[in-house]
């Protein structure tokens, strides 16, 4: 627990109930801790609550299950979606699991019986409080990231209407930080209007669950079979969503479920196809291997990110893929190099290969370079929280991480306020065709 000094720094709370009595008695309670809860609110209807919630911003909202007008269930889950930092704790005399069971799915944190205990008051904010730590300050991250830096293209508010922009992140070399790319790209390009989607469609090992702690059991798998009439509502209820707000469409549950995606040709771009006008960005995490799923999905990419380490075999094997773009006819400009893993010149311990010798080699400029930073990402990963979402983000590798999300996304939507018809939205209209094996391709 943070040494909270009161006042200002201290844990603010929203009280909901319909029952002034019950208000007021929560109210001293809280006001006996002063220095550590600071209640910013106390309204009797679930609408108000809403309105308050917005208006106040509580890091907790404690929460009568009953209220005439809406109830507490549908408050909560309108809070939560519009304010993803406000942690609900439900409030109820009733111990009925169904509606425990749907108090959770609307998003409440924890739950308090009804008449209220003072120490359990007191430990069950502290806790929640301090479980949305993450949260908090993902949510600063991504409202305080710099938006002028791009052209003021408006960016359409309603679903269907978005540049659906298919970022495609590719290492051909495996552990080179393709999953860390991906995750970070995708929560680096969240801002306020901006929807993003990220994908796993590394189909046996995917690894996007794990690096944001979800655990669906919704995955791309139960969309596989109903790709020809999938609509907007059936794919919303099998994406996950990070609790930044982020989107997931996670890969299957288990590497021998992999087969069942493969066996529908092209399943997974098919799927992004359909679903990517949705969305501003859809960031797609991939494995190294090379087949039609992976070439289906860099045929309708707008643009490919290839992680690449400073190392031999993973230049090597770069430059195999960059001469199999080319014979595929992708346009130069499609391919970005993304340097991972990039150590400091003065602290190097591995044998590494400078920046330039990279672009000579592999004829081709690199777009953005993400130090060695082990600690940082792998406390990120603990955390289930981006890198990116670190408070500090004039450090390494946070920095760059940002850079690089901001690089692409001013790259792609200026490139999308240009003519409509640029050579870049026939190719997306028209992928080549699939299904060939890859020496049909060449
Ligand atoms: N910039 C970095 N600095 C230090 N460690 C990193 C960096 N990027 C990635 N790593 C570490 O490298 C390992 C592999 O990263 P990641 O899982 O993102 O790679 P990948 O290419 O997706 O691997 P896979 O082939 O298993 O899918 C992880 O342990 C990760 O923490
Ligand atoms: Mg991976």
Redesign the pocket.
Known sequence: MQNRQGGQNAISVLIVDDIAETRENIKKLLAFEEQEFRVVGSVGTGRDAIKAAIETKPDIIIMDINMPDMDGITATSEITKRLPTAAVIMMSVQTDADYMRKAMQAGARQFLGKPIDTDELYSTIRAVYRSYESIRNQAIAIQDLPVDVRKPQPIQGEPGVRPGHVIVVY?AQ????????ATNLASGLMKKNVRVLLVDA?LQ?G?VGVFLKLQSQSTLLDLVGKIDDLDTDFFDSIVATHDSGLKVLLGPLRPEYAEEVEAVPQAVSRIIEKIASNYDFVVV?T??RVDEHLLSLTDIATRVML?VNPTLSGIKNTKFILDLFDRLNYTPDKSLLVL??VEDERSRQRVTIATEQIERFLRKQVFAK?????RE??GA?MKGVPIVASRDRSKS?VKEFLEMAEHISTLLVGANAGESDSGEAEERKAPKKAGLGLLGRN
């Open positions: 290492s495996g552990g080179s930080g393709c999953t860390t790319v590394d090992f690894d995490d494995s190294r992680v991972n893993r993400i130090p060695d930073a082990e990402v792998l990963v590798p």
